[in-house]
């Protein structure tokens, strides 16, 4: 177990590299150049010349590309261009907004999915069934740029129960987490709706009942327990997909988080704070799936991670 | 709210709560992790703050300032805000005239020497006494060779600052260049301010009418009102700049009230709702941006002047304000705004008319291959932006052109994708817009042939000797009646010779609550009047 954590552990540093190589090099191979947008219009040629040179920007790609990784292996994620500050601060000042997010649309998908999913699997069949999978279709038809101007409309205008827009107390959080969770929340439906399914007809769920098993044992403790599994790999892979989605949510919701960050830095040619964004998405999303990992084992016991 | 979430998180952690329903048993790992994520939420949650100060106004911009500090300020928001809390020697007011600011007087003594004398008793924001040595420090903090300022290249004329006294300045430069005078709106920093490439949140301190109390990175940027301000304390208690990126959600904060003034940057398809579903106070003024059709004259069929004519004939941009721009926009025959001292109303204009276009592209040896039917005389790109107005401005376009048998294959793209062809003189035809025009010497920067890029913005490789030397004796004449006689002939041959295709002037757009009072538009989207700006009444009426 212990060898298996590290081999995994030592794993995600390949997987970091990869991603964070494919960044540096397709923002900078895509038009558009950051020195133009520092310097405005009115600059000379021998000023951008200039700059470009102090900024390292004249040097090759390779150059560049190690440079950044002897920085990286440091710690140091650099300076942002514009906001003049290093990457870290200010990747740190948004990143709890990001996760406030990411957690709010999981949890709030999870509460969601499980309801629906439970009450689907025990009714086959019926209205209640039937409305689960209409949901589901919803949610993975309804794409956020659409869902979350309707959704303010409906609760901040008309019913004046939420705010708009921006990042405060509780109530500001719920639009946007639906927005963001909707999508998660229509595929753990299915998933866990399929799953509970498939295991309620399993020997061992018959024979819980015919030891006299409450219902309400069998399900929390046989049914949903063992079909958690599934679960809990989609949510894995779907906190990444919450994270990409971030980007569009936050800005139509004026969320200060890392989405609309990454947004403006690419817009700016920001070149070291895409990196970075892109650097701690990647992070979250392997960390994520490490930790999925751990979960499996506790979920299921039978589990073992041997050599 | 805030006690509901208190309440929970007090439950939740509580012995008595886990242990009465066995949620943290490890019969029960999925509620633990339940209640793992809502714990993690409601740690990350943070109180509502009161978005609204007493008496303070906010304001709805779409994207955060860069960089306030008037050295380093380039994007629009940076420059308005900033406005604010800096002062200039110089300032234009609402007719885009320049007047004195921080300057009590000013004398051009010849044409390479300015002379400025300082009011008196002014401070910045932190008690320190503005002088001539600020001013001196400013101008020269930006020319040195690290300071990474984007004024830099706008100060190259300047060969010396000559401090005399305490509050006076001679500015002397090393060759006659009448622009130049437009570098005195520059806000002013207390002398010793390091440059703020080194950190942006320790920008200097200003002087003007507002203060800067805070910024929020990314969300927004709170001024608060200079109770010493030197021309009378703001009526304001300060203002808030929030950043909303998306303009239907600045909308719908406005009718929820968390929004109370917005300029520009929103569709026009919103004005009539915004008109109907609120009570608005909305209104469109004559504004000095310039939206253009820029041609490639490298290109074989663009750098016939019939078809450039053709072109300019082809399009109804009567018609396009009516209905795509909802009437925010004036039908433009040139660069400058009527509201220029150099505008010239007389030149050559190319009123829609699809006959003459036709005319003149069989003039120009394009003649339709099989009139009226599908084959086009020629093929062009259109390059354009992805913002959906843009977008529709294009089809509208391609739909007009092809009226006359010029058939237009319109490409959208990312905004620095597009920009870096339009840099590069990748395209046929484009469209984009020149912003806060005041001085006719952009004409030098667009069409001079010297300022082909990297040197200038002459994207369409435009060269015209006789141009080029008229440009250049505005340049060089700061006599305002010569130089508006040079740059009317200038004028007269750029709508003649069309290196742009002139569509409109956008208007400037102001939303805002009726009871806010006093507020004057300025026709380059400066927001300065918002110092003598006051409510009537309670703020949320």
């Known amino acids: ?307 | 709210m805030r006690k509901l979430t208190d309440h929970i998180k007090r439950a939740i952690v509580s012995q008595n709560f886990s242990s009465r329903f066995g949620l943290l048993s490890r019969h029960n790992p999925y509620l633990s992790f339940f209640l793992l994520l809502l714990v993690l939420f409601l740690a990350s949650c943070r109180p509502s703050t009161d978005d609204r100060p007493p008496g303070y106004l906010i304001a709805g911009i779409e994207s955060y300032p860069l960089q306030l500090d008037p050295r380093y300020a380039t994007d629009a928001n940076s420059v308005r805000i900033g406005n604010l809390v800096y002062n200039s020697l110089l300032r234009a007011d609402e007719k885009s005239e320049l007047r004195p600011e921080l300057a009590e007087h000013w004398r051009v003594i010849d044409d390479r020497t300015y002379v400025f004398d300082l009011r008196q008793g002014i401070t910045f924001h932190d008690g320190q006494p503005l002088t001539a040595a600020d001013v001196k420090f400013t101008y020269e903090s930006i020319l040195q060779p690290d300071s990474r300022s984007p004024k830099r290249g706008l100060l190259k004329p300047l060969q010396s600052i000559e401090q005399i006294g305490s509050h006076q300045l001679k500015f002397r430069l090393s060759l006659p260049h009448a622009p130049f005078v437009e570098q005195f709106t520059l806000g002013v920093v207390p002398a010793g301010s390091p440059p703020s490439h080194d950190a942006r949140h320790r920008i200097p301190a200003g002087s003007g009418p507002f203060m800067l109390a805070s910024m929020e990175s990314g969300e927004k940027v709170t001024l608060r009102a200079n109770p010493n301000y030197w021309d009378g304390k703001p009526q304001l208690a300060g203002l808030v700049f929030r950043n909303v990126p998306d303009a239907m959600v600045r909308v719908l904060e406005f009718k929820k009230g968390a929004i109370d003034f917005m300029q520009n940057d929103l569709e026009p398809d919103m004005l009539p709702w915004l008109d109907q579903h609120t009570n608005a106070d909305i209104g469109s003024y004559d504004g000095t941006t310039f939206q253009y059709i820029g041609i490639n004259l490298t290109h074989h069929v663009l750098r016939n002047v019939k078809v450039r004519q053709a072109l300019a004939c082809a399009v109804d941009r009567e018609r396009i304000i009516r209905h795509l721009l909802k009437g925010i926009g004036t039908k433009a025959n040139g660069l400058l705004a009527p509201i220029n001292w150099a505008y010239d109303d007389s030149v050559q204009r190319w009123p829609y008319d699809p006959t003459r276009a036709k005319r003149l592209l069989d003039e120009a040896g394009f003649a339709d291959p099989d009139g009226d039917g599908p084959l086009p005389r020629f093929r062009l790109s259109f390059k354009t932006t992805n913002i959906d107005l843009r977008r529709r401005i294009a089809e509208a376009l391609k739909e007009q052109l092809q009226q006359v048998g010029i058939e237009l294959e319109v490409r959208s793209y990312e905004w620095a994708t597009f920009f870096s062809d339009v840099k590069k003189g990748n395209f046929h035809l484009y469209s984009l817009a020149w912003v806060g025009v005041m001085d006719p010497d952009v004409f030098h920067q667009i069409f001079h042939s010297a300022s082909v890029p990297p040197n200038g913005d002459n994207r369409g490789r435009y060269h015209n000797a006789d141009l080029d030397r008229l440009l250049d004796q505005g340049r060089n004449t700061i006599d305002r009646t010569r130089r508006k006689v040079v740059y009317a002939q200038a004028q007269k041959i750029l709508a003649e010779d069309l290196p742009y295709v002139p569509l409109w002037w956008w208007k400037n757009v102001i939303v805002k609550k009726p009871s806010i009072e006093g507020f004057v538009p300025y026709p380059d989207g400066d927001l300065i009047s918002l110092q003598k700006v006051s409510w009537r009444g309670t703020p949320s009426t």
């Open chain 1, 1 to 307: 177990m212990k060898r298996y954590f590290i081999h995994r552990l030592l794993l995600l540093l390949p997987t970091l590299l990869g991603a964070i190589t494919l960044v540096f090099v397709l923002i900078h191979l895509i038009p558009g150049d950051p020195v133009d947008v520092m310097l405005g219009e009115t600059a000379g040629a021998a000023d951008k010349a200039e700059l470009r040179r102090s900024l390292g920007f004249d040097q090759p790609l390779a150059t560049q590309y190690r440079s950044f990784l002897v920085n990286l292996a440091f710690g140091n994620l650099g300076r942002s261009l514009y906001e003049q500050t290093s990457v870290a601060t200010i990747i740190s000042a948004r990143l709890p907004a990001t996760m406030q997010l990411a957690l709010c649309a999981m949890l709030m998908a999870v509460l969601i999915s499980f309801l629906l999913a439970t009450m689907a699997a025990k009714r086959r069949g019926g209205w209640i069934d039937r409305s689960a999978l209409v949901f589901s279709l919803l949610g993975l038809s309804l794409p956020n740029f659409w869902l979350g101007p309707l959704l303010m409309i409906l609760f901040s205008i008309q019913l004046g129960w939420l705010p708009v827009s921006g990042r405060g107390g509780l109530s500001h959080v719920v639009l946007p987490a639906f927005t963001l969770g909707l999508g998660m929340a229509a595929i753990l439906t299915r998933i866990l709706r399929a799953s509970l399914l498939h295991v309620s007809r399993e020997d061992y769920v018959q024979t819980a009942r015919a030891k006299g098993l409450s219902e309400r044992q069998v399900w929390l403790k046989h049914m949903l327990r063992n079909a958690l599994l599934s679960v809990i790999t989609i949510m894995s892979l779907q906190f990444g997909s919450l994270l990409a989605g971030s980007l569009i949510t936050e800005t139509i919701f004026s969320w200060p988080g890392i989405g609309r960050l990454t947004v403006q830095a690419i817009q700016t040619r920001d070149y070291p704070l895409v990196q970075g964004c892109i650097l701690v998405i990647a992070a979250s999303y392997v960390l994520i799936n490490f930790l999925t990992d751990i979960l499996y084992k506790i979920v299921d016991p039978r589990i073992t991670y041997a050599k």
